[in-house]
């Protein structure tokens, strides 16, 4: 029984094969990936590799694979080919590095917790199996919830919190996992400005710390104000690099293709970021 | 040693085959297939206090009751679901678990003056159909097979007259409303339907062959096509050869262990879920044997890919 | 704090539920009398029993009736407990699908019972029976939803008619064996509780304790994958593993359950008491325990009325006390039952009402200070008595309504009797309407100016808008107020 726990244990102590093409500095290296759902590819043979330490915004149209990327890195969709090396290892030996910020629809929010204990899962993984939540993991998801700036809302169950503020809970429970990598799936859709502030102001902290985040990202209007990195996405990976030389009318071209309004809506970000 | 009344058992098992199957597709369409387990537990309640208050087993009675229990069920477990902030699937099972203990309760009440037996309210008694005959046009034709093929005909009648809105209501209701089309309406005709259909049913074949036959045949045909009209009629199919194989089935299986005969209505449950498993392995679009096939080859290509 | 207290309380509920009916249980040893007098008990019809019997059957003073009692009873512990989970999965119809198919195990483990030599009447090999054929169905489910387009409830109606016609099927073949007569399968699907030997008192109590430990034991990991079972995978938890350990939790609980209640009820066990609990609380520890509770008490009630109504069927007897509790609950648990939230409601339509009225009146002398000052700036504001048809012609009240504000208006102190028809604020109720204008107008100034930072800061039901904005933004929108010549010096500003 012992046995069979260790092997499904979360803290996964095995050590795991390097993976040769993936540098061990490298926090995260894509190689070859793709995924399709059913019959449909919805990622081709994405090959990218994120240097340590950025802030990289993943943008593209609907449907260009964006969440699927993230899901795939985590090993949340199953890989039809590819590999994904976390720091030059496999995800599943790599886990005590990441910190996951799902999309905020993908959980019933009239679930019968507190905001503290939907920030104190993201300490589940340290403690491993049966063991109860005690106060130092309570402290460590107070100061989390307190970085996002909502402490005081921190017992009040979560469906009588503001979307931004279930967000933001979000993201104090990736914070709470105290990663060095961080994957967050469209934290910026449909919140207030002040948690879009938040957000921001937490990214550059972290960044701050040496951390790495990739962060999917819609509103191109903002893109080069936030990241200073990019990867340009449809389905394969049109550029990836620094945002001030892959933001060009060329690019977005690429990457959107026809779509008129959202080169317009780029047009206007150009002119934006060059003012 | 097939006879006259074996082809009748078939008919009249077909006949309520296709009327559970034709409402059956839009269940399964709206995502409401436990709908149908429910309202045909529910009914039971119904059938007790039409039977106390008029003292027959008169159809007549029998159905109001049924079916106005059937659509309490529907109406209770959108109520319970909206007013309490329950799960629908919640809200459904304590709606239908209550009815249906009701019904227990007053059965066995009533049972003390009649046979009437929960027993058969479930596998009802479709060996017996061919012996009560009415006279329809000169023909000895069994009551039971008489009063499915009614429902049946109601039933498409209801759905060749409302196709469109149906169609509409269950792959976008807040568009039918918009379109002035009630989906609410719409949402309660259907329930309707499967509350009658399940009463027509109840005696002759029993609920449990209506819970099958109005989920499986559109649960196959919905992986063999992916549209409505063609789903209908593969749902259709289906139905009717579960039936026949079902009987058939019911005379020859229980041979091969020994035993007698067995129940038609379970068999016929049963050879849905035969047909069912067939289309889920073999479904040319997906069927799980051409989606390893495509993943073998796909793979390889992949490797081709990568080697060049 | 709270949230260790709770799991605490938690705890220790249930030790308490647990010690209590173990005591009962070890309590004093078989009574031939007591037996016989059960049996007598099954003879006596429908007809209401004496107050002496049904003190006997209550108060567990028969032997047998307390094993059925108390097996049934920590049968509802254990479906509380497991229920919550699986309801918070959104998957409570997985339990009615997999309790429909234990039908065929239980009518093949008969035969092989049967044809061995035996009766087939041995609990444990039907329930073994049972156990295998439900895994099967919940099996068959899983593979379906994943490996095709069809969803949940297919998946879930098409295990559950299936299996169940095999069921029928197979049950209808060896109901012909000659042994079968005696076996009364058929109580598999509506339950019978009449009597139960210590052997299969013991099992079905031991499992019940084991499920519902398991689940309290696993509550963290549980509840981490009912929440999000995508950020679980993530962090590598199992999560397929745990699912599979929670339906095999719900499968052990639904098949010591048929006997009691019957493979088509048995699934009430599982969803009511769980949904009744979550009217009560918004917190998991409590809603499990409160579960766990409401599942024990409709088991004991449930048991001890069918022991005493031995006609009635007991799986439709325990299923209507669960109902009631769930009914009792949805509409009186004062954290989300129906009368709470209604009552909330209408006291916030009050408060709002009575807002708007005081506004109105304090809006209407504003205008008249001013009428009278020559527009001057800042004129105290003088309180002179108004008309109902000064304030009527302020809003959209019909006049039935504002009679109605006004009059809890005058119970409440604001208003009073000028007399002539007349209404005039009293001095409370003149500084709470300068209160509220002043908070309306400053959020409205906030909302305006500040929009940008969050909606969600603005609370006009706060006292003061000091204690939620930063001081020196109510400065700021003060002089905005000002500039607008709307500003009201602020009544707590005195100091």
Known sequence: ?275 | MWTSFDTWIVVTAALCAVACALPGCFLVLRKMSMMGDAISHAVLPGLAVAFLITGTRASSAMFLGAAIVGILTAIFTQWVSKVGNVDRGAAMGIVFTTLFAVGLLLIVRAADNVDLDPGCVLYGAIELTPLDVVKVGGFDIPRAAAVLGTVLLINFGIIAALFKEMRLSAFDPALADTLGFSSRFLHYLLMTMVAVTTVASFEAVGSIIVIAMLIVPAATALLLTRRLIPMIAIAVGVAVIAAVLGHASALTVPKWFGFDTTTSSGMMAAMTGLLFGLAWLFSPSEGLVIRWLIQRRGSDGLHEGASN | MRRVRTELWLRRWLVGIVVCLGCLAAGSPANAADFDRQQSLALTGVEWPAPEEVWEVVALKNYNTRLVVLSTALLGVAAGLVGSFLLLRKRSLMGDALSHATLPGIGIAFAIGASLGGTGKSLPLLLAGATVSGVIGVLVMLAIRNSTRLRDDVAMGLVLSVFFGIGVAILGMVQTMPQASAAGLESFIYGKTASMVKSDFFFIASVAAVSALIAVVFFKEFTLLCFDDDYAASQGWPAFGLDLLLLGLVTAVTVIGLQAVGLILVIAFLITPPTAARFWTERLPKMMGISAFIGALSGWLGASLSALLPRLPAGAVIVLVAASLFVISMFFAPARGVIGRWLRHRRLRKKVNRQHLLRAAYELLEARTRQNGNGKREMPIINVPFSRADLQSKRTWSPRELARIVRSEIAMGHLEDAGEGRLRLSEEGFGEAARITRNHRLWEVYLVKHADIAPSHVDRDADMVEHILEADLVRRLEEELRDRDAWIPSPHLIQ
């Open chain 1, 1 to 275: 029984m012992n046995e069979l726990l260790k092997s499904m244990s979360p803290v996964g102590d095995a050590a795991g094969e390097d993976l040769s093409f993936h540098p061990p500095d490298v926090p995260l290296a894509i190689h070859d990936l793709t995924v399709a759902y059913h019959r449909k590819p919805v990622l081709w043979d994405v090959d990218l590799d994120i240097p340590e330490g950025k802030l990289v915004g993943i943008v593209g149209p609907n449907g260009a694979g964006k969440s699927t990327l993230i899901k795939a890195c985590l090993d949340l969709v199953p890989k039809t080919s590819g590999e994904v090396g976390i720091y030059g290892k496999p995800y599943k030996n790599q886990r005590h590095l990441v910190g996951y910020v799902p999309q905020r629809e993908s959980v019933d929010w009239d679930f019968p917790v507190s905001a503290l204990d939907v920030v104190a899962m993201g300490t589940y993984r340290r403690l491993g199996w049966f063991r109860r939540v005690g106060k130092k993991e309570r402290e460590a998801a107070m100061a989390a919830l307190e970085q996002v700036g909502i402490g005081h809302l921190a017992h009040r169950q979560i469906s009588q919190l503001s979307g931004g503020q279930q967000q933001r809970v979000f993201l104090a429970r990736a914070l709470a996992q105290d990663a060095k990598i961080y994957f967050m799936d469209e934290p910026f859709a449909a919140v207030d400005a002040a948690t879009e502030e938040a957000i921001v102001k937490l990214l550059r902290s972290l960044n701050e710390q040496g951390k790495t985040c990739l962060v999917v990202h819609h509103d191109l209007a903002t893109v080069s104000r936030y990241f200073d990195w990019l990867v340009l996405l449809n389905m394969r990976v049109v550029a990836s690099g620094p945002t001030s030389e892959l933001f060009t009318p060329e690019n977005l071209e690429k990457t959107y293709g026809g779509q008129l309004s959202l080169l317009n809506d780029a047009a206007k970000a150009l002119s934006h970021a060059t003012r």
